[in-house]
């Protein structure tokens, strides 16, 4: 199996080094590239391909959101996982609507990070409890609640479909969990956005935590 290849952008050359050396402890885990500034990391992203971006938000020329936002032109495949010690409101908001594909507080464990780097490679939205329950908490405040008439309800179909997306299954295995084709899980999916008037999976997951429709962070055991 070809390893997941990294990049890491943190000015701080120690918390560099520690987070490669945890992330080089594991095979299937790569470090191909690291930069101590945003335009940096930038330019490793455009250069490199990699699968992961594990960033901080505060970086020195090009912020985090900064180099999130521009990295979906410049390595559109690359997924972004932010590192960092900062939870405000406004970083939060930001970065996922950046593109941000998970947000870790640097409180968390080796093992927390390693299993991140993963998930948002597999496609997973990765999201640190306390960030998930802030996310759905201002989500809620700036949305109108489908309860109030402002959209259309979602069927039980969709939001079966949208449950097992909250719980981090692709496409394939919430096709394979219903016994429906993946066209059809596509179908609800683009449904679903246009009923919640959001513009991504992401979007429409934290919409539906923020009604408490779903569990972010659930997992599914079966």
């Known amino acids: 199996m070809e390893a997941i290849r ?5 000015d701080h050359a120690l918390v560099r080094e520690g987070t490669r050396h945890i992330l080089e402890q594991h095979g299937d885990l790569a470090v191909v590239g690291e930069g101590g500034d945003g335009q940096e990391v930038l330019e490793l992203a455009e250069r490199l391909k990699p699968n992961v971006a594990v960033l901080d938000i505060r970086l ?30 406004d970083y939060v908001l930001a970065l996922m609507e950046a593109g941000a594909s998970g947000y870790l507080l640097k409180t968390c464990r080796a093992n927390e ?9 597999r496609g997973e939205p990765v999201l640190h409890p306390a960030i998930a329950m802030k996310i759905a908490r201002l989500w809620a405040a700036r ?4 309860e109030s008439g402002a959209a259309e309800p979602l069927s039980p179909r969709e939001r079966e479909v949208l449950e097992l997306a909250a719980k981090g299954l692709r496409n394939r295995a919430i096709a394979e969990n219903l016994g429906i084709s993946v066209r ?6 683009n449904s679903i956005l246009g009923k919640l008037g959001v513009s991504s ?11 408490q429709w779903v569990t972010l962070g659930e997992e599914d055991d079966a």
């Open 6 to 10: 990294i990049i890491l952008g943190e």
């Open 60 to 89: 020195p020329k090009l912020n985090g959101i900064e180099v999130v936002r521009e990295m979906r032109h410049r390595s559109p495949d690359t997924k972004a996982l932010m590192l960092t010690a900062y939870d405000d409101d």
């Open 113 to 121: 990070l390693v299993e991140a780097v993963r998930a948002v490679h």
């Open 143 to 146: 949305r109108v609640p489908v």
């Open 184 to 189: 059809t899980v596509e179908g609800h999916l």
């Open 201 to 211: 999976r992401i979007e429409a997951v934290l919409y539906a935590a923020s009604h």
